[in-house]
């Protein structure tokens, strides 16, 4: 083997990103052109406009990643691309550069599934902090996360006991998987993973960026209302989840979401399943029952005047009634998050959870899924916050155990905007 040196490279969304990663658990360089700026006037990503910024992108992207390690294109072992799921034209542009790259220079291809990427973030997180402990205490092994004995724990992965249940929850995405590490003992092989839960229609963040639309925010909209929900009582508006009716009505229907079709949602149960269009409806009726809409309006006209606007902007043009409803908005729907992947943790007999994405990135959701996992004597893991939003060293390190077991793409290797990972 060589130096072990995987460039990971992702466009599948509206950030262009490029790293280089040490045999799945160094991170040498992780480097992000984010689009915000691009897509913000539209209020959402444009398909069209992130291709054209990724093309603009990628190479600077790939160049400064490069540099950052200290390392050329002659020292990589492979390129690990996202292959899917996400937008079809953003898919493309990484995918054929990833591809000209590993033909021009004669070295492995290896197409890695987004939403496996997000569940790497953390392990890659976690395998960072074991080796920096190990390397200053070489007796002491991670203990970032909390350590409890669990029947079920085949393995260890960087301290985090597993199967894990993870929660990858993004704009796109909103899915329970359990999660298996390569058998132990065995020097190569693939993790596992078996879908548990899904969302039926929107994702959170898209919840969260359509909320945040509505009410005259940035975007995109989970940073903002993360921010502004700290001034509000999470208490003022009651909101509700519907309990997901009986399946028989749900066979073989498929999620109208942004990301992959999975498994037929008459396979898993309903306690596990999500749905976020309701609650969206909720804050729009509470909007106009209210008569706010007038102020949301002025407040988009106000910070769509305002050069590089910031939530301290939004937080002096926001009242207190709509302080109580973005941050009684936020506990519902962490609320919900939280109750539907800890019941799914234990009935699944998962020895910790994991929490990935962009939406994992939120603090309410942080402070609140600590606390339950403490409760039950759980371990729980976040990645960093760089590493919960698109990035492509979680792509680097997802390739690692796919490098080891020789599981490489052809150059026929196609973008899949649908692909599933279980
Ligand atoms: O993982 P990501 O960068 O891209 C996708 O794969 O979708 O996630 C972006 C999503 C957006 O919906 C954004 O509003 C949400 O993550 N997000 C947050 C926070 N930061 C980003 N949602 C809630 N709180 C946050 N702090
Ligand atoms: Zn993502």
Not at 227 to 238: E, I, R, Y
Request: some cysteine.
């Amino acid at each position: 083997m060589g130096s072990g040196l995987i460039l990971g490279i992702e466009s599948s969304c509206d950030e262009t990103a490029a790293a280089v990663v040490e045999r799945g658990a160094w991170t040498r360089s992780s480097i992000v052109a984010s689009q915000i700026a691009t897509h913000a006037a539209y209020g959402g990503v444009v398909p069209e406009l992130a291709s054209r910024e990724h093309l603009r992108n990628v190479v600077p992207m790939t160049r400064a990643a490069l540099a950052q390690a200290g390392c050329g294109l002659g020292d990589l072992d492979a390129i690990a691309v996202t292959s899917g799921p996400g937008l079809a034209g953003a898919l493309l542009v990484g995918l054929t550069y990833a591809k000209a790259l590993a033909f021009a220079r004669g070295i492995p291809l290896i197409a890695v599934n987004h939403l496996e990427g997000h569940i790497h973030a953390v392990l890659l997180q976690n395998r960072e902090l074991e080796r920096q402990r190990l390397t200053s205490h070489p007796s002491h092994k991670n203990n970032n996360v909390a350590r409890v004995g669990h029947p079920d724990s085949a393995n260890d992965e960087g301290g985090l006991p597993m199967p894990a249940l993870a929660l990858v929850v993004s704009g796109g995405h909103t899915h329970l998987f359990l999660a298996r590490p390569p058998v132990a003992g065995a020097e190569i092989g693939h993790w596992r993973y078996t879908l548990v839960g899904r969302t039926l229609d929107d994702a959170a963040g898209e919840a969260f960026d359509k909320v945040a639309k509505l009410l005259g925010l940035g975007y995109p909209g989970g940073p903002w209302i993360d921010q502004l929900a700290q001034f509000g009582d999470p208490k003022a508006v009651p909101f509700g989840f519907a309990q997901i009716k009986n399946k028989a009505h749900l066979e073989g229907k498929a999620a109208r979401t942004k990301g992959a079709v999975t498994a037929p949602i008459g396979d898993l149960d309903r306690h596990f399943l999500f749905s976020f269009s309701g609650i969206k409806t909720a804050v729009l009726r509470y909007v106009e029952v209210n008569r706010l809409r007038a102020s949301c309006e002025a407040r988009q006209r106000a910070l769509m005047a305002t050069p590089n606007p910031r939530w301290q902007d939004a937080l002096t043009l926001c009242d207190k009634q709509t302080l109580d409803l973005i941050a009684s908005f936020q506990h519902a729907v962490v609320g919900n998050l939280l109750r539907k992947t800890f019941a799914a943790a234990e009935a699944v007999g998962a020895a910790s959870v994991l929490a990935t994405g962009g939406v994992a990135a939120n603090r309410e959701l942080r402070v609140r899924f600590t606390a339950e996992a403490a409760e039950r004597g759980l371990p729980v893991a976040f990645p960093t916050l760089s590493l919960s939003t698109d990035n492509a060293a979680m792509i680097a390190a997802a390739a690692w155990p796919r490098f080891l077991a020789g599981e490489f793409a052809g150059l026929d290797l196609e973008a899949n905007p649908r692909l599933t990972l279980a």
